[in-house]
């Protein structure tokens, strides 16, 4: 592991009061917790973070990780993201920077890193803000990440990392969703109106604890806390949801006009099929009025509706990503499913099972999708693996039965539009080498 040099008053020059009093909380209390031993038990697998996510929503499914690939952690945290994506770029030719301006956090990341044996770290504890007088030069892929709404001047944060952003690269971005926050933002003013500036951060913790066990049921935070399991974490995550000295959050249309600010185009939502509001609307009514709006005002529809996206994270690029398609016969389909080798035998299974009935439920971490069948649809799935092109699943399962390629591709596109909208299902290029899955991942360790 490579150890950066640390930069004096890191991120200062940015409201000095402000960005000492984040630095002194993430120095003493390190968020989110993480006990490195446990990486023995697990490995956390943020979506954006996934190669397989980033190949098909960035570089169109064409991206070979097996070719110089520069990453950079813009606020690393303790370690979920740098972590993640040093695993699945452990044999390959990858640099990656992690960043942060706590040396507590890092040090936790550092130590989960060192479980996990991973040596294709940099580290550097620092501020974004500085990233001018680094020189680390452009990166291929930034994440971001939890980092941005706590800056006084986050537009001034976003045109830093897009000056260090490849002109082809893309960037991961979380910031928090305004309105299923209202309850957090409402309880944190309530805190701040009862201390004094004689209050220490251990009397700050204990009255927020205090006033939790004593809320009104007709409070705002009481009606929506089941949504935030921070409160939960203790005192790094009491403290980073209710006392945190600089919070703001975005609405959609906010997020949208914030990142065309910096002159980036947003090409993918994680978890985007909770943004569309058909699903939660009656579609005969609504529909048609639906069929008029873009992507960014059904979005800002779907918000307000849902009212339970507390954060909104986003894949942003300077020009918009082109998409792999479903009829581009070399690109490979697999699932993006941590153990994918036992679903793809169960999705075969379902449509064999169930190609009279005409429908299927595939369930998956607690959760349904419910997805047309057919005998094409069968046919197809028996050979979907992750390794072959759609033109070979075609050409095996027309050789293997009596369906003709057009109704094995018509079965497979509809089969294929349900699983990618709830993000299950990419697409890359045959010459792209398939990246590891989070089960073969993770059983690196144990082999170790």
Request: proline share 5%; net charge negative; with cysteine.
């Amino acid at each position: 592991m490579v150890i950066g040099a640390t930069v004096p008053g890191a991120g200062e020059q940015q409201g000095s009061t402000v960005a000492s009093a984040v630095r002194d909380q993430y120095e003493s209390y390190p968020y989110p917790p993480r006990e490195p031993l446990e990486e023995h038990a697990r490995l956390l697998a943020p979506v954006a973070d996934s190669l397989d996510f980033l190949n098909h929503f960035g570089f169109g499914g064409r991206r070979d990780f097996g070719e110089p690939f520069r990453v950079l952690v813009a606020g690393g945290g303790t370690g979920d993201s740098v972590v993640f994506l040093a695993e699945q770029l452990r044999n390959d030719p990858a640099e990656i920077h992690y960043l942060d301006i706590s040396a507590s956090s890092m040090a936790v990341a550092q130590s989960r890193a060192q479980e996990r044996r991973l040596e294709n770290i940099c580290w550097q504890q620092a501020s974004l803000l500085d990233l001018p007088q680094l020189g680390l030069g452009r990166f291929n892929y930034i994440n971001c990440s939890g980092v941005l709404h706590h800056l006084q001047d986050p537009d001034a944060g976003l045109a830093v990392l897009t000056d260090v952003l490849a002109d082809d690269g893309v960037m991961t971005l979380m910031v928090y969703g305004q309105h299923a926050r209202t309850g957090v933002y409402q309880l944190q003013e309530l805190l701040r109106l009862l201390e004094s500036d004689a209050d220490t951060p251990d009397a700050r913790l204990s009255r927020a604890r205090e006033l939790l066990d004593q809320l009104p049921g007709s409070n705002w935070f009481q009606h929506g806390k089941a949504l935030f399991g921070d409160y939960a974490l203790g005192d790094a995550g009491l403290y980073d949801l209710l006392l945190h000295s600089q919070d703001r959050a975005y609405t959609v249309p906010e997020l949208y006009e914030f990142t065309r600010r910096a002159g980036l185009s947003i090409n993918q939502f994680v978890d985007a099929h909770e943004y569309e509001p058909a699903g939660r609307l009656d579609d005969k009514l609504w529909t048609p009025v639906l069929a008029q709006q873009s992507r960014e005002q059904r979005y800002a529809i779907g918000e307000l509706l849902a009212g339970t996206l507390k954060t909104h994270t986003v894949l942003v690029s300077r020009r918009p990503a082109p998409l792999p398609s479903i009829d581009d016969m070399d690109m490979v389909p697999s699932l993006a499913i941590a153990s994918p080798v036992e679903a793809y035998a169960q999705f075969h299974a379902l449509t064999r099972q169930t190609q009279q009935a005409g429908q299927a439920i595939f369930r998956h971490r607690g959760a349904s999708l419910s997805f047309a069948t057919s005998a094409p649809l069968a046919a197809a799935l028996k050979y979907v693996d992750g390794d072959r092109s759609l033109d070979a699943i075609y050409r095996a399962a027309a050789r293997a039965g009596k369906h003709r390629r057009q109704a094995l591709q018509a079965a497979l596109r509809t089969f294929y539009a349900t699983l990618s909208r709830r993000g299950l299902m990419y697409l890359r290029h045959k010459g792209v080498p398939r990246c590891p899955t989070v089960a073969e991942l993770h059983g690196r360790l144990s082999k170790d």
